[in-house]
């Protein structure tokens, strides 16, 4: 993604590309990525040439500039022009066929939701500050209450930083590729404030809970006709990939339904997947150790190998693979066993 636009609308500029680079995509801007010294036509032309898309920063000053136009006349002749209006300025008549994105008189929730709508893309940025207008909208809204709320814990209440705030906000969308943002940052957050890992644990698994129920109550019982989404496996991933670290608790997803999650070579260790559902989820060489299986369902986990389950805990309703030998200080398989 190449981000067209001119030195007056640089701090726009700067946004737009964290927006974009959090939703996965690479965005490339003059002020970060043009190496001082280098021929900037020559570089320009690269960019514009090997974009997918060049974002063009509408403005008075973007079409009063000569090398914006040579840049937006040059994707729309690569069809490659996606534009972004960042105030209500008139675009030439060539341009008026080509569809645009207003940023102008929206709050930055808003703003990123219609850009990563746009772009079709998920959301892990080079933070620069938003400068349009400052959001109104009260915290938290009733819409992400379950999200950070696990049990009597209210995560909340251990939250410091405003990015966090606003992750867990964006969590309540009910845009996916606005809620794959939000786990990419909440997973940047807890790399730069370790004290914040164990809340965002709690969140993410709040979050894979809450999205698997509901697809699991969206199907019939068959199993084989539910997959989770890209946004639940994303957060599967990001709570896999927490380092261990003295005083913080796992990954707390009782009861989820993570059928076909892809699970190989994360940290799974000391999570609670008691009554679980892992059905068709990938296992290889997860780290199961003192993981909590009571009740799970993983007779058709795939990949679980018997030092993984030996490492793990059960019960008598522990379902395992045929393959997998049920360790011999897990109580015996009784799925009849009564309540």
């Known amino acids: 993604m190449f981000v067209s636009y001119t030195a007056a609308d640089e701090p726009w500029a700067t946004w737009v590309a964290t927006v974009l680079e959090s939703a996965g995509l690479t965005a490339r801007i003059q002020v970060w990525d043009s190496p001082p010294g280098t021929n900037f036509v020559e570089w320009m032309n690269n960019q514009l040439a090997g974009a997918r898309w060049t974002v063009a920063l509408y403005s008075e000053a973007y079409f009063a500039s000569k090398w914006c136009t040579a840049e937006w006349t040059a994707s729309l002749a690569r069809q490659t022009l996606l534009p972004i209006r960042l105030e209500p300025v008139e675009p030439p008549a060539v341009l008026q066929m080509v569809t645009w994105v207003d940023l102008f008189d929206i709050d930055e929730s808003r703003a990123k939701e219609k850009i990563l709508y746009a772009v079709g893309a998920q959301v892990m940025p080079r933070l620069a500050k938003f400068p349009g207008k400052a959001t109104d ?134 999570a609670d997947l008691s009554g679980a559902d892992l059905t068709h989820t990938q296992l290889h060489n997860t780290d199961l150790t003192a993981t909590r299986f009571a009740g799970a369902n993983l007779s058709k986990a795939i990949d679980l190998d018997d030092d993984q389950i030996s490492a793990a805990s059960g019960d008598y309703k522990t379902q395992l693979p045929k393959h997998v030998t049920r360790p011999g200080f897990w109580p015996p398989y009784q799925p009849n066993f009564p309540f």
């Open 137 to 270: 909208q009260a915290w938290p809204p009733s819409t992400t209450d379950a999200i950070i709320t696990n049990g009597s814990t209210n995560f909340y209440s251990a939250v410091s930083e405003p990015d966090l705030t606003d992750a867990i906000k964006l969590l309540g969308s009910d845009m996916r590729p606005v809620r794959l943002g939000a786990i990419r940052l909440l997973a940047r957050i807890a790399d730069t404030y370790p004290d914040e890992q164990e809340a965002i644990i709690g969140i993410l698994s709040s979050f894979v809970c809450e999205q698997t129920e509901t697809i699991r109550s969206q199907h019939k019982i068959g199993h084989t006709e539910m997959e989770i989404g890209v946004d639940v496996q994303a957060a599967l991933t990001a709570l896999g990939q927490f380092p261990d670290q003295p005083g913080v608790s796992r990954a707390d997803l009782r009861n989820s339904y993570i059928f076909g999650a892809n699970l190989c070579r994360l940290n799974f260790s000391h």
